[in-house]
C-alpha cells in the first residue's frame, strides 16, 4: 500500500498487506507490531518488524526466544528480604513516581513528598499563570506531581539500555499513555495524555499502600553520622530508614543546600535556544513531498553539528506540531522549554539548540547556578517583565543585529523583538551560530524560515552526585539520589529507570 494513501490507524490494519506479501489468507493469521519506523531517506516508506501468529506454514523462520518475550508482561523482580517500611521519596517525577510504584508493588508502603501539588491542580494552576502573569513558586510547569516531564512532548526514546524500560512503558500504558509506546521506534506521549497518566500511577501507589505528602517542602536530609535518617520539612521531622531524593531540575535550592553535605562534582552540562519553524517546512525537508502523507503524522528531526572552531550543538527535546512555553519555576525569571499534544497538530514545530558547557568554565557549583540566574533575570526583562519571551530571526541571530520578521507564533506567553544573541555567552551564541550554518546547508531555509525563542537554561543538571552501583549516595548511607536533579538521568524514560534502580538498592 503507497504511504501516501494510507490511513493514519495503519498499524491495525495490516491484514491485507501481510496477505499479500506472504500469499496468505487475511483470515489465517494474527499479528504482532515489535517495532515500526519510518524510513525517510528518499520518499518515505513505513518499515515494521512483525511477529506473525498462524497455523499455515509460512516462508520465515520461527519466533526466536527475543520476539516471544516480546508478548510476555513485563515485571520486576524484588529481594525475597522483608522490605523497609515507610521509605521517603522526595519528588514526583518519573524518577521519584516509578521509584515509589516500586517500593508500593514490593510493600514498603513509601510516603512520597512534594512541595508542589497533584497534577489536576497544576493544571489550573497553569491556566491562572497565562491569564494573570503571576507565578506560583509551587505549582507551575516544573513544580508538581509528574515534574516538568508531565506537561511536555512525552517522547520516551533513550540512549540508555535499561533492562526495565519495557515495564516503565506497560506501566504508563495501564496509566492511559497510548499502547503504540512499545513499539514506535521514536514514541512519545503527549501533554494532553500525561497528566492522566500521572494521575493513574498515584492512584496506583495508593491502592498498594503509599502515602502521598504534597504541599510540603523537603529542605533537609537528616544526617546522623553519616547515615541519611530521614528528611526535614522546615521545622518538621520525618523519620525514615532510607530516602530517595528525586528533586527534579525544578529543586535547585534544595540540590545545593544537600551539595554542601553529600558527595558531589561539577559535571558537563547543557544550555542553548528554542527554535520555531512552520511544521509544513519539517515536513517538506523530511519527507520530500508538497503535502504530508497523513499516515507519518508530523515529521521531527534530529540534527547535529560538530564544527572544529567551536562547540558540538545538537537539537533537543524537538516537538513536532507543538508550542513553546516559559517553563520557569522562580520569580522574575524566565525560561524556554516546548511541548505539544498527542496528536501533534499544531501549525509549528520546535525544537532545542544545545551544547554542552564544561565544569572547566566553572570554579564551582554556586558559579555555574549563578550563570543559570544571571541568563533567566535577563530573559525575563528582555520579554518585558511579564514572562513573554523575547524572540530573534535565525538569520538576524547569525548577523548579530535585531530582527523578527516570522511574527507568527505558538508561544503561550507570547513573543517579542529581543536580542538572543546578546543574552547568551559567547561561546554559546559562537556554537549555536555555526550550527545554524550547518543546519541551513542540510535544510536549505533552516535560517530563513526559523526564529529563536527565549534561552533554554533548565537541560541538565550541572552536578552529579557521587553513588554507588545500586544508587546509594558514597558518603550517606540511606540516601538514594535519582533522576536529573542530581545528574543521574536525562528524559523521562531515564528518569523512571534511575528511579527504579534506586528503589532496587533501598529494598536491597
Excluded at 501539588?117 to 506531581?145: W, Y
Excluded at 494532553?192 to 491502592?207: F, G, N, T
Excluded at 558540538?312 to 524556554?336: K, Y
Amino acid at each position: 500500500m503507497s504511504v501516501r494513501r494510507a490511513p493514519r490507524g495503519i498499524d491495525g490494519h495490516l491484514h491485507g498487506v501481510i496477505a499479500e506479501q506472504l500469499g496468505i489468507a487475511p483470515e489465517g493469521f494474527d499479528y504482532r507490531i515489535l517495532n515500526r519506523s519510518i524510513d525517510s531517506r528518499g520518499d518515505p516508506v513505513l518499515v515494521y518488524r512483525l511477529l506473525i501468529f498462524s497455523e499455515a506454514e509460512l516462508p520465515l523462520p520461527p519466533a526466536g526466544a527475543e520476539q516471544l518475550a516480546a508478548l510476555e508482561k513485563a515485571e520486576l523482580e524484588f529481594p525475597r528480604k522483608k522490605p523497609p517500611r515507610h521509605p521517603i521519596v522526595v519528588g514526583t517525577g518519573p524518577a521519584g513516581i516509578f521509584g515509589a510504584l516500586a517500593l508500593a508493588m514490593a510493600g514498603a508502603e513509601p510516603v512520597i513528598i512534594d512541595r508542589g501539588f497533584p497534577v489536576e491542580r497544576r493544571q489550573e494552576d497553569r491556566k491562572a499563570f497565562l491569564r494573570s502573569r503571576i507565578l506560583d513558586p509551587d505549582s507551575n510547569l516544573l513544580i508538581g506531581e509528574g515534574g516538568a516531564g508531565a506537561f511536555s512532548d512525552g517522547k520516551l526514546y533513550t540512549g540508555t539500555k535499561d533492562g526495565n524500560r519495557r515495564f516503565i512503558l506497560e506501566q504508563m500504558i495501564a496509566g492511559g499513555a497510548p499502547p503504540e509506546i512499545v513499539y514506535l521506534s521514536r514514541p512519545h506521549v503527549g501533554s494532553d495524555l500525561l497528566p492522566l497518566v500521572s494521575k493513574s500511577l498515584r492512584k496506583r501507589i495508593e491502592a498498594l499502600g503509599g502515602v502521598f505528602l504534597f504541599g510540603k517542602e523537603v529542605t533537609d536530609i537528616l544526617d546522623a553520622d553519616g547515615v541519611c535518617r530521614g528528611v526535614r520539612c522546615g521545622s518538621e521531622v520525618i523519620e525514615a530508614p532510607a530516602v530517595l531524593l528525586a528533586p527534579g531540575l525544578g529543586g535547585r535550592s534544595l540540590v545545593r543546600r544537600l551539595a554542601r553535605k553529600v558527595a558531589c562534582r561539577l559535571k558537563p552540562f547543557q544550555t542553548g535556544c528554542r527554535i520555531e519553524h512552520p511544521q509544513a517546512f519539517i515536513d517538506r525537508c523530511q519527507y520530500h513531498c508538497a503535502r504530508r502523507p497523513e499516515v507519518l503524522g508530523a515529521a521531527e528531526y534530529h540534527l547535529v553539528s560538530r564544527p572544529e572552531a567551536a562547540g558540538s550543538v545538537s537539537t533537543f527535546c524537538m516537538c513536532p506540531g507543538g508550542h513553546v512555553v516559559n517553563a520557569t519555576a522562580w520569580e522574575r525569571h524566565s525560561i524556554s522549554n516546548g511541548m505539544s499534544d498527542y496528536v501533534r497538530g499544531g501549525e509549528f514545530a520546535n525544537s532545542c539548540l544545545i551544547t554542552t558547557l564544561s565544569p572547566e568554565c566553572f570554579g564551582s557549583f554556586d558559579e555555574a547556578y549563578a550563570e543559570f540566574d544571571r541568563i533567566e533575570e535577563a530573559l525575563f526583562l528582555a520579554g518585558g517583565s511579564d514572562y513573554t519571551l523575547p524572540a530573534q530571526d535565525a538569520a538576524a541571530f547569525l548577523g548579530e543585529k535585531p530582527g523578527l520578521k516570522n511574527r507568527r507564533h505558538a508561544c503561550e506567553t507570547g513573543i517579542v523583538p529581543g536580542r538572543i544573541d546578546q543574552l547568551l555567552r559567547r561561546d554559546v551564541r559562537e556554537a549555536l551560530q555555526a550550527a545554524l550554518k550547518h543546519f541551513d546547508r542540510r535544510y536549505p531555509g533552516f535560517c530563513r524560515e526559523g526564529k529563536l525563542i527565549g534561552v533554554e537554561s533548565c537541560v541538565s543538571s550541572p552536578l552529579r552526585f557521587e553513588r554507588t552501583e545500586k544508587g546509594e549516595s558514597l558518603s550517606m548511607r540511606g540516601l538514594f539520589p535519582a533522576g536529573e536533579g542530581v545528574g543521574g538521568a536525562g528524559g523521562i524514560l531515564s528518569g523512571a529507570a534511575d528511579g527504579l534502580r534506586c528503589a532496587m538498592g533501598i529494598l536491597s
